[in-house]
């Protein structure tokens, strides 16, 4: 029974019903409350004693408990540190503190101060014993407030506390001039706004909002290779016609020295979904209308008086799906979402041009369904963004690929992992089944064990930090999977 209830809430939630509880045992066993607030504040004529904490290991936000005497009950006058970083404190007894481990506290000295009313530490305690942080993959909440009852939102900008998405669809990283990292999201999937997403200074703008020249229904965004001075939008602008391809964008762009507030038409053709750009300037893209890939802005039309884009060829023979493409990090391949299975070419870098799509893993139907498995025997349901992350083991065999293959698997609420070899398995999400047998939802905690995703779409990576950033569509929010 209790390991069902530790999946069914998460540990915040368990700490919150902890923190309830102590203070109700602090008010019956220590005195009374000033409104809302502990007043019983540590007695000056009595010593400050500390015998011990407990449990001595646990990943992160495991509630730690320390043991003594005459720490009073206002939390604000106790501080706890854990390995060298800040620990929240949950409650207090006055002979019972609960605290929270903190994330990057592998040293694992742990450290109290006891302060008076006034601010001045009263007692400082070193414990001889280490709490050992376990290693554990975490799902956890970066920034997104939702109404609780009704599970709405809007476009808000502020902290990561105040907040709001509409629907964050599709996710870009970025470091900035001053050295900030930043994430672009681009809320709803029709593009609402363009988010700005600081995660040094902790706060989400927006950058600027739907109907910037001629704007349609942007679906995916891109850097350019290798400056990254420039912000292609890729859109759906309802053209699906090729003989209509030149009457609207099919691209925009945006430049780092405007800091990207500024929209321009880039490419005039079909409705597109997405697009590349290799390390060597080649630029490619996909159209709805046979799911057809072309090479940008290499055939040149006199009567329109403009480029067109060359065609290469059909992901998927006489076909259309939202398509949806991302460079290998070596320019090896271009790999593919769509018909419900992940497609790979190659890139010839001395014809600069992708050589045809081959289906990677998936159905070779298109077919969808969950299973992890190798090649076609694996199955998924509507994949979306995807991102390239390096495997040091791979680097250390020799591998020709070192690269992982991580992408949301929409409709079945979860990310998958794919191997260079076809590999495919769930790597955070479906986590806990609830009463209703759904396996989505929103829940932090362990990524296979306890966390949940509501239709999750977008997904970028800090290769520096090694965290993965989530554009969890339905749920609202911005989600971290991590080793914590």
């Known amino acids: 029974m209790l390991k069902e209830i530790k999946k069914k809430f998460s540990a915040g939630f368990i700490a919150i019903l902890f923190a309830i509880a102590l203070a109700a045992t602090s008010c019956s066993q220590e005195g009374g409350y000033q409104g809302a607030k502990p007043v019983i504040p540590t007695d000056p004529s009595k010593p400050v004693t500390f015998t011990d904490f407990s449990p001595k290991e646990g990943p992160v936000r495991t509630l730690v408990f320390i043991e003594g005497s005459n720490f009073g009950t206002d939390v604000s006058k106790i501080e706890v540190i854990i390995g060298g970083v800040s620990a929240p404190v949950i409650g207090s007894s006055g002979t ?22 006034g601010g001045k530490v009263v007692k400082e305690h070193q414990f001889e014993e280490l709490f050992t942080l376990q290693s554990a993959l ?95 939008l890729v859109d759906d602008n309802g053209r ?17 020295n405007e800091s990207f507030r500024k929209v321009y038409p880039y490419l005039y053709a079909q409705c597109s979904y997405s697009a590349v750009s290799m390390n060597d300037g080649a630029i490619f893209y996909n ?15 006199e009567t329109a008086q403009m480029w067109d884009g060359k065609a290469l060829f059909s992901v998927k023979a006489n076909s259309s799906d939202h ?31 992708l050589v045809s799509s081959v289906l990677h893993v998936g159905d070779i139907g298109g077919g969808s369904g969950y299973a992890d498995a190798p090649g076609t025997s694996a199955r998924f349901n509507r994949p979306r963004q995807g991102v390239f992350v390096k495997n040091k083991e791979y680097v250390a065999q020799g591998k020709a690929d070192v690269y992982d293959f991580y992408v949301c698997d929409h409709n079945n609420n979860c990310i998958r992992k794919v191997t260079p070899d076809g590999e495919v398995s769930t790597f955070a999400g479906r986590g806990s089944v609830g009463i209703d047998g759904q396996v989505w939802g929103w829940i ?25 950033y989530v554009a969890d569509r339905e749920n609202k929010r911005i989600r971290t999977i991590s080793v914590e």
């Open 138 to 232: 975490q799902v956890n909440t970066l920034t997104g407030k939702v109404d609780p009852q009704t599970n709405a939102s809007s476009i808000i900008n502020g902290s990561f506390e105040e907040a709001e998405f509409q629907n964050p669809w599709w996710l870009e990283f970025d470091i900035d001039e001053e050295g900030n990292k930043i994430i672009y999201c681009i809320d709803a999937e029709n593009l609402a706004a363009l988010r700005k997403i600081n995660l040094t200074a902790r706060e989400v703008s927006t950058v600027f909002m739907k109907g910037q020249a001629g704007v349609h229904q942007v679906k995916s965004m891109l850097f350019d290779t290798p400056t990254r001075d420039t912000l292609f």
């Open 96 to 117: 019972k503190i609960c605290v929270m481990a903190p994330r990057r506290s592998n040293r694992g000295d742990v450290i109290v101060r006891i302060m008076d009313e």
């Open 287 to 301: 159209t709805w209308t046979s799911s057809e890939v072309y090479k940008a802005k290499q055939v040149w039309d």
């Open 240 to 256: 699906g016609n090729w003989n209509d391809r030149h009457q609207m964008p099919n691209m925009f762009y945006a430049l780092r």
């Open 444 to 468: 932090d905690g362990e990524a296979r064990e306890t966390a949940r995703f509501r239709e999750p779409t977008g997904i970028c990576y800090d290769e520096e930090e090694e965290i993965f």
């Open 323 to 353: 398509v949806f493409m991302f460079r290998h990090p070596e320019d090896l391949y271009v790999y593919m979402t769509g018909f419900n299975g992940v497609y790979r070419c190659a890139y010839d870098k001395t014809t600069k041009e």
